[in-house]
């Protein structure tokens, strides 16, 4: 397994921060397939050949993704889209 760890700082506050994620985890499920829930305020999903959580905090983000062997070949592109997404939504 490959694992995938960012963090991000932001200024959002928490309730605007876990609106941003569910914007993102919205959009996983839909373009991914992918399966997602709210524990307190960590997202945790999980996709064909990937799983992880999301933990939202009022000034941080924590994204944690383990990656089943077929997509361990595309960490580097999947770690960019990440860091894409985040830039995107947090700025």
Do not use: C
Not at 4 to 23: D, Q
Not at 62 to 76: N, Q, R, T
Request: glycine share 10%.
């Amino acid at each position: 397994m490959s694992d995938i760890h960012i963090e991000r700082t932001h200024n959002l506050g928490l309730e605007s921060a876990r609106e941003k994620v569910e914007e993102i985890a919205q959009s996983l499920r839909d373009e991914l397939q992918a399966h997602y829930e709210w524990n307190g305020n960590s997202l945790i999903f999980e996709s064909p050949g990937a799983s992880g959580t999301i933990e939202v905090g009022a000034d941080r983000i924590g994204v944690d993704i383990e990656l089943g062997l077929m997509l361990s070949f595309m960490k580097g592109m999947i770690e960019q889209n990440v860091n894409r997404r985040l830039d995107t939504a947090f700025g």
